[in-house]
């Protein structure tokens, strides 16, 4: 197939696990097939990263055999006969970016990469604070994102709570799953880890990481320095807000934007992720599951992992609870080993490179292999003709 991926920015494959797995999309989707693609706001990532950061992401994509085609999505349509059209996120399936490929690529099956449903982020946020204005803003962002689904041939999700959730909305949509990858850390299991270091990891610009390092250093650290008095939380993670950053200070580190995550993962002894809403499959914990460092999370950020609770991970929905898993981690050498290495291996048995490179190959494999009603066909095709007759014949007219 000849696809364009319509995205933001190019994928910035070492900051998030967002940006991996869309990297990782990319690559793995150019070794079967023509892939072009269109960033729409280069100036955006530039500003925010440096040129030299943004021609490294960009090369990285022309090294794999990518097409980049930044000059505008119209531009790029018109470059080739694409098959399929796949937009990062839903905010770039805008009505004008939608109308546009079906004008200029009738025939092309469209895509909607959801990384998270938006919207169901929103809507744990509400349950969390009972605030009206939380439920209204997650009922305005649910409109948009379902207008923009609505409109698509096939939606990828990461998880099969965010399938759930939306098929009840989109009872006859094809949704499929496309869970985050990641690569099994390099590490010895033996290396010596520092038994009282804590580690959470995020940005600091998405909420519910702020939430998260706030719930736990006003509730759930106190309750565990009164028990070990050494334990220390290092934060990594650049833009936290003030509220944060004036956390530094005695059991907390403030790390911002470490260059690699490697040190901090494999010196931790608990990585921990309690988190009280937001949604999809949660990169911080994959990626400490990778380097076999057991996790303290919540419900919230179990969510979409299928990962079992005292087997594979500890949860707990209260402070005390949370305080109660990390000092029995930190106390029981066995029970800390136990919990790593099952981890780790259900990691690498439903979330590894591997594993998920089968999944995109089976799922667009079968998106190849759908047919489309040829009413919808023609009738794309016939609006695309009727466009350029009247932008030929008669739309210049008025513009004179």
């Known amino acids: 197939m000849k696809i364009l991926i319509v995205s933001d920015s190019y994928p910035a494959f070492d900051r998030s696990s967002y940006e991996l797995r869309f990297s990782r999309l990319v690559q793995i989707l150019a070794q079967t097939h023509q892939v072009t693609l269109c960033p729409l706001d280069v100036p955006y990532m530039t500003q925010e990263l440096g040129e030299a950061a943004v021609e490294l992401y960009r090369q990285n994509l022309i090294d794999q055999g990518v097409k980049v085609a930044d000059t505008g999505l119209v531009p790029a349509l018109k470059s080739d006969s694409f098959d399929t059209v796949i937009f990062i996120l839903f905010v770039t399936a805008t009505p004008k970016n939608i109308a546009a490929v079906r004008h200029w690529a009738p025939a092309a099956r469209l895509v909607i990469d959801s990384v998270d449903v938006q919207f169901g982020r929103y809507q744990s946020k509400a349950r969390l604070t009972q605030d009206q204005r939380d439920f209204d803003h997650a009922e305005h962002v649910k409109q948009e994102e379902l207008a923009a689904y609505r409109e698509a041939d096939f939606i990828l999700v990461v998880s099969e709570p965010e399938r759930q959730l939306l098929i009840p909305e989109l009872p006859y949509k094809r949704i499929g799953i496309i869970p985050n990858i990641h690569p099994m850390g390099d590490f010895t299991p033996t290396e010596a880890r520092d038994g009282k270091s804590l580690l959470f990891v995020g940005w600091g610009a998405y909420g ?193």
């Open 208 to 400: 519910p990481n702020v939430d998260a390092v706030l719930y736990f250093a006003r509730e759930v650290l106190p309750l565990v320095l009164k028990v070990i008095p050494q334990v220390c939380l290092k934060v990594v993670g650049g833009d936290y807000p003030e509220e944060v950053v004036n956390l530094n200070g005695g059991a907390i580190e403030i790390l911002g934007r470490v260059p690699e995550m490697k040190p901090y993962l494999v010196k931790a002894y608990i990585s921990i992720a309690p988190l009280r809403y937001g949604s999809g499959v949660k990169g911080k914990i994959g990626e400490a599951l990778s380097f076999g460092l057991p996790v303290v999370t919540t419900s919230i950020g179990l969510e979409g992992f299928g990962l079992t609770p005292g087997k594979d991970v500890l949860i707990g929905n209260t402070p005390q609870d949370l305080a109660n898993h990390i000092i029995s981690l930190l106390r029981d050498p066995l029970l800390h080993s136990r919990i790593g290495s099952a981890g780790r291996q259900f990691l690498e048995k439903n979330f590894s490179e591997a594993v998920v490179k089968n999944l995109i190959i089976e799922q667009f494999s079968a998106l190849e292999a759908a047919s489309r009603p040829w009413p919808t066909l023609l009738w794309r095709r016939l609006k695309s003709f009727v466009r350029r007759q009247a932008e030929t014949h008669l739309l210049w007219r008025f513009r004179n």
